[in-house]
């Protein structure tokens, strides 16, 4: 999840304003079968980012540097706690790569480990002059962060919160990061340059080559156990954007599907054949919008109040959850 570089670019449709106070966020719970709003979180301080916790809990981090931990069952706070100083350009992506940890990017460019047991900053470690985006490894406890400034992927082994390797410098700067798990063999970054570059890179060199899409990416997710990945494209100059769904890794056949509004993040939903996509639709309206990757259908959508920020879906599949603020 990359989507603040993104969220406020320029557009002849939606004109972008700053805002200096802080914004009131909350997280909608969605049912995947049915695509009913069944539950919503409140009373969070301006979140950024959101991390699904097995199939019971989640996470929201804030920029006014508390964690939030929720009941998802209840949709009610289960706990919060300071991470760090209030940022306004922070904090960036959660990702959950061993049990009873997370890792948060900090407002100072610094990846901190977060223990969900003592509520508490564990260590703090640097993966770069300007991390923006991080991924957990599909079958072992390393993770993976892009960096803005230098344009490198490195991996961290999260055992020991140390580098292990890094990659040459992209040709664009990846803003999302995911790592495939049917081969375990693969690494995807996408770029924010017009050309739609997708970095595909391997892991046991974590030597790359170029994808194309045509334009913008804001977010990129690949299908659990299967070879299919999906990216999304706002268009902040025009109308509409779109997102590509692309099968196979290698050598990919990519379904352009267009969508309403501008889709800033893609989830997969795992034991369904379905990707959500959060989008901007303007006026302070998001929607959620469920698409088949086996027909290219749209199922559904779910339309909310406020600015996207982040989506992500239940490990068991049953639910999505949305992230949102107000502007």
């Not at 508390?66 to 209840?74: G, I, K």
């Not at 100072?108 to 470690?125: R, T």
């Not at 990846?174 to 997708?198: I, K, N, Q, R, W």
């Not at 893609?266 to 088949?292: E, W």
Request: net charge negative; aromatic share 8%.
């Amino acid at each position: 999840m990359a989507l603040l570089s993104l969220a406020l670019a320029g557009t002849a449709c939606h004109e972008p304003t700053e805002y200096s106070s802080t914004s009131r966020s909350g997280v909608t719970k969605i049912r995947v079968s049915d695509n009913s709003v069944i539950g919503t979180a409140e009373g969070i301080s301006d979140g950024r980012s959101l991390a699904s916790l097995g199939n019971t809990q989640f996470l929201v981090a804030s920029g006014s540097g508390v964690l939030y931990r929720f009941d998802s069952a209840t949709m009610s706070l289960d706990t919060s706690f300071a991470i760090g100083f209030g940022s306004g350009a922070g904090y960036g992506e959660i990702i959950l790569p061993k049990p009873g940890s997370a890792y948060v990017i900090g407002a100072a460019g610094s990846i901190l480990e977060i223990s969900l047991q003592s509520n508490s900053v564990a260590d703090e470690l640097v993966a770069g002059p300007l991390p923006v985006c991080m991924c957990p490894s599909a079958s072992d406890q390393r993770f993976y962060v892009g960096d803005g400034s230098d344009r490198r992927i490195r991996e961290i082994d999260s055992e020991t919160n140390t580098q292990l390797r890094q990659s040459q410098p992209l040709s664009e700067t990846p803003v999302s990061l995911c790592a495939e798990s049917l081969d375990e063999s693969y690494l995807f970054a996408c770029c924010s340059d017009d050309a739609g570059t997708v970095e595909r890179l391997s892991l046991s060199s974590l030597y790359s080559s170029q994808v194309l899409l045509g334009s913008i990416c804001a977010d990129v997710s690949a299908f659990p156990a299967e070879s299919v990945w999906a990216v999304a494209h706002p268009d902040w100059y025009g109308l509409n954007g779109r997102i590509s769904i692309c099968s196979s890794f290698f050598s990919p056949e990519v379904q352009e599907i267009a969508l309403t509004g501008h889709p800033i993040g893609v989830c997969s939903v795992p034991g369904s054949t379905l990707f959500y996509v959060l989008s901007y639709l303007g006026d302070g309206i998001s929607r959620a919008t469920a698409v088949n990757f086996l027909t290219g259908d749209i199922v559904d959508h779910v339309d909310l109040e406020g600015f996207p920020w982040d989506i992500t879906s239940h490990a068991n599949g049953e639910y999505v959850l949305v992230l949102t603020s107000e502007i």
